[in-house]
């Protein structure tokens, strides 16, 4: 094994192509074996289902070298109960937890190469994804669809040190009221290209969307859910329907139970109650917690007074805690830590 001569440290969040991908393809009403293939392009009928009607869902995690030198990918076990989640809403055939995980296997042991040294702070994203693949032009499911999986090595994402994070409260809502919120779909993300357009062109980082319902309680930004911490040391984090399950956020909800010995609860967070918060974070698998330091709603500041230029305490200790687990520098909980 010969790593790539790549400037792991200095990679930034882009695409790069690896040596290969996985593709499995639906149809006669089933899924084939899969396969591993080099060509990274796809060719599609003009009127296929996914660029029509938006017939798609992806997952993302990671994989990455542990301080013993092991090739390893972090819980993708509950990305493959996730991607079933988010297909079922979306009228697309699941591919099975097996094939879910064997595919995930195969494609970053054909790319071990590109999965970035231990210490880097690099790591190799993997992004699975399924499109509806035939031509319909009636408003109805696809026929046929694909299962790919593609590699690319992503940066540190805390390169040149911690900044912290400004959102604004959003007028827009993330995803269409009582629909999709929950699923990890491309149409999601599409709604909110306008909003985070808008949000960085008035100097914010990210979005606060509220719920589309009664527009008081706190829902989740763009593509990260959002973690609290009270005056007195208690965690708390927003539940509700139309979020994604964050897996970095669930786990970190463990962590602070069952590491940090902390009280951690999910619960309606009204967005009324945010400023008597002590610590804001945002928690997804990029990075996987990054400080919050303040929050507009519409010219209110709400400023959160340890995340201003650093950390928060026990942002920085879950940080530590639960990246210490997925490095293996701290024992891992049955079943995290699933070895390539
Ligand atoms: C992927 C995603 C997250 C983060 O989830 P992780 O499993 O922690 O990576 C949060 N919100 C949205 C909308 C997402 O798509």
Redo the contacts with the bound molecule.
């Keep these: 094994m010969a790593k790539k001569d790549i400037d792991w440290s200095n990679l930034s969040f882009g695409y790069q192509k690896t040596d290969y991908r996985y593709v499995s393809y639906f149809k006669d009403g089933k899924w084939d074996d899969g396969a591993l293939t080099t060509d990274e392009n796809i060719v599609l009928n003009e009127c296929a289902g996914v660029l029509q009607y938006a017939q798609t869902v ?4 990671k994989a990455y070298t542990t301080s013993d030198g092991r090739t390893v990918v972090f819980r993708p076990d ?2 493959a109960e ?1 991607l079933i989640q988010s297909a079922e809403r979306l009228m697309i055939p699941p591919v099975s937890k097996e094939q879910f995980l064997d595919a995930v296997k195969k494609v970053v042991k054909a790319n071990e190469d590109f999965v970035p040294p231990y210490g880097s702070g690099a790591t190799l994203y993997v992004r699975p994804y399924i499109f509806g693949s035939n031509a319909v032009i009636g408003v109805k499911p696809a026929d046929e669809y694909q299962f790919r999986i593609l590699c690319t090595p992503v940066g540190p994402y805390f390169k040149g040190g911690v900044k912290p994070i400004t959102i604004r409260v959003c007028d827009y809502d ?2 269409a009221p009582h629909g999709t ?1 929950h699923i ?2 491309g149409l ?2 599409a709604m ?1 290209l306008y909003p985070i357009v808008e949000a960085h062109k008035e100097g914010y980082d990210e979005n606060m969307y509220l719920d589309a319902a009664t527009r008081t309680y706190v829902e ?6 959002f973690l609290f911490v009270t005056k007195d040391g208690k965690v708390v984090t927003p539940k509700s329907n139309s ?9 970190l909800v463990q962590v602070a139970r069952e590491y940090l010995g902390l009280e951690a609860e999910e619960r309606p967070i009204a967005l009324e109650e945010v400023k008597d918060f002590a610590e804001c974070g945002l ?4 990075a996987v917690i990054s400080p919050v330091g303040k929050i507009v709603d519409h010219g209110k500041e709400i400023c959160f007074p340890s995340g201003m230029s650093e950390m928060g305490p026990v942002t920085k200790k879950l940080y530590e805690t639960l990246t210490g687990i997925q490095m293996g520098t701290i024992k891992a909980p049955e079943g995290w830590i699933v070895e390539i």
């Design positions: 992806f997952e993302g995690l509950l990305n996730r993330r995803a919120g990890k779909a999601n993300y909110s989740e930004t763009g593509g990260a859910n979020i994604l399950p964050s897996i970095t956020r669930r786990s928690c997804g698998t990029a």
